[in-house]
């Protein structure tokens, strides 16, 4: 069964604070693995979307990167601020089929405080 | 412009009775999808609409469940007979047409439904 894990369930940092979350994948093969940021009450707002030939990409503080052989992705936030508090969603698109047929995972929750 | 839109932004209903969803994708973006957001669970996937083509129906949970599409644009998402396990937050997104590289999807804000 193609699954999505993410790890930590949850994160409380300090601003300024860097902070790594986890994605482990079984979904294979794959076409491409992208984070997306949900702020309460809000739809999710993409972030990096990477293929599988990718290793890292960036966008501002955000930076994600990929390991396909070892089937992990990891976000990297630097210098936290308090609106990066939200849920982080790592998403994966099975290669072939539906262009909607998408895995998410269930997210990571970070809180930054002051 | 505007983003994805969607109404009602919440809806409360009895068990037994009949809800529909709107969606109002972004001007010009050929693909729409549904996904539904449980409680403490990941997003969903139940159906994605692209152009013209018939939709791919696959995540529909059950028959009670249906969705279209009309002129290629606003999409209404019915759920007949709601039970209590449909409280969640529906989500609509939309996406351009792909000439190359990879689609991004934008997401409205959601419809939260809560069965009682």
């Known amino acids: 069964k193609n699954q999505v894990e993410q790890s930590p369930q949850s994160l409380i940092i300090l601003e300024g604070k860097n902070c790594t979350l986890q994605?482990?994948?079984?979904?294979?093969?794959?076409?491409?693995l992208r984070w997306y940021k949900q702020d309460t009450g809000r739809g999710p707002v993409s972030l990096t979307i990477?293929?599988?030939?990718?290793n890292t990409k960036s966008n501002g503080r955000y930076t994600a990167t990929l390991d396909a052989d070892t089937k992990q992705s990891s976000l990297h936030i630097t210098a936290s601020q308090l609106s990066d508090s939200a849920s982080y969603i790592c998403?994966?698109?099975?290669?072939?089929?539906?262009?909607?047929?998408?895995?998410f995972g269930k997210g990571t929750k970070l809180s930054v405080k002051p | 412009g505007a983003g994805v839109s969607q109404s009602p932004s919440n809806k409360v209903t009895e068990k037994g009775k009949d809800v529909e969803l709107r969606c109002d994708p972004i001007?010009?973006?050929?693909?729409l999808y549904w996904y539904r957001q449980s409680l403490g669970q990941g997003l969903e996937f139940l159906i994605y609409?692209?152009?013209?083509?018939?939709?791919?129906k696959s995540g529909l949970p059950s028959d009670r469940f249906s969705a279209e599409r009309t002129g290629g644009s606003v999409s209404t998402l019915t759920i007949q007979r709601t039970q209590q396990e449909d409280s969640a937050v529906y989500l609509c997104?939309?996406?351009?047409?792909?000439?190359?590289?990879?689609?991004?999807?934008?997401f409205g804000p959601g419809t939260r439904l809560l069965v009682l």
């Open positions: 609409f692209q152009g013209n083509s018939a939709p791919d």
């Open positions: 990477m293929t599988f030939s990718e």
């Open positions: 997104a939309s996406s351009p047409p792909r000439l190359a590289g990879v689609e991004t999807q934008y």
């Open positions: 001007s010009g973006h050929t693909a």
């Open positions: 994605c482990n994948y079984t979904v294979s093969p794959f076409s491409n």
């Open positions: 998403v994966v698109r099975p290669y072939g089929g539906s262009q909607g047929n998408l895995i």
